[in-house]
Antibody
Framework: EVQLVQSGPEVKKPGESLKISCKGSGYSFTHYWVAWVRQMPGKGLEWMGIIYPDDSDTRYSPSFQGHVTMSADMSITTAYLQWSSLKASDTAMYFC?????????????WGQGTLVTVSS | DIQLTQSPSTLSASVGDRVTLTCRASQSISNWLAWYQQKPGKAPKLLIYKASNLENGVPSRFSGSGSGTEFTLTISSLQPDDFATYYCQEYDSYSSFGQGTKLEIK
């Protein structure tokens, strides 16, 4: 089955670090980009950036550049999104998604989402 | 950056109604536009890609049209399962999303 499976919910304190994951299976993981999308509570979808697992070519939205880091490990077909110092405003659901071809395409495959809660 | 503006923000309708949602881009994006349906607590689901192409498995009551800066998603006869939030997405550059239209039961 073609799928993206994300890591479980996280509860963190401000200032802590975090790395969430998105594991692809059932398709050639290294040959598809992986995008990350944020959804804050009760709000819309925000495009964060995208990574190509084969060579780790990465593009960030200006809104997220410098605040998060995207990475990938081809050997375990997993993409990651990480923070070095969380803020309360990072509380959100985070989705990974796969463009159908190239980096500019519709997203035909989505992970189930990882809920990140940052609270003191 | 390309901005997408969806209208209306909320739409109240009844089962069986025909509804049209609009998405306007701040600059021309040709036909590089997709539509998604999202239900609470779930990931978005792709409905339409390249402005007017129906994704496999999506009911034919959904249709998309437009090019350049003006796009529409039409649901020809609303079903109970269609009440959800709908987002447009441009992928002319990398990507961005509209703010969403919530379709609620009248």
């Amino acid at each position: 089955e073609v799928q993206l499976v994300q890591s479980g919910p996280e509860v963190k304190k401000p200032g802590e670090s975090l790395k969430i994951s998105c594991k692809g299976s059932g398709y050639s993981f290294t040959h598809y980009w992986v995008a990350w999308v944020r959804q804050m509570p009760g709000k819309g979808l925000e495009w964060m950036g995208i990574i190509y697992p084969d060579d780790s070519d990465t593009r960030y939205s200006p809104s997220f550049q410098g605040h998060v880091t995207m990475s990938a490990d081809m050997s375990i077909t997993t993409a990651y999104l990480q923070w070095s110092s969380l803020k309360a405003s990072d509380t959100a659901m985070y989705f990974c998604a796969r463009p159908s071809s190239g980096h500019s395409a519709s997203y035909d495959l989505w992970g189930q989402g990882t809920l990140v809660t940052v609270s003191s | 950056d390309i901005q997408l503006t969806q209208s209306p923000s909320t739409l109240s309708a009844s089962v069986g109604d025909r509804v049209t949602l609009t998405c306007r881009a701040s600059q021309s994006i040709s036909n590089w536009l997709a539509w998604y349906q999202q239900k609470p607590g779930k990931a978005p689901k792709l409905l339409i890609y390249k402005a007017s192409n129906l994704e496999n498995g999506v009911p034919s009551r959904f249709s998309g049209s437009g090019s350049g800066t003006e796009f529409t998603l039409t649901i020809s006869s609303l079903q109970p399962d269609d009440f959800a939030t709908y987002y447009c997405q441009e992928y002319d550059s990398y990507s961005s999303f509209g703010q969403g239209t919530k379709l609620e039961i009248k």
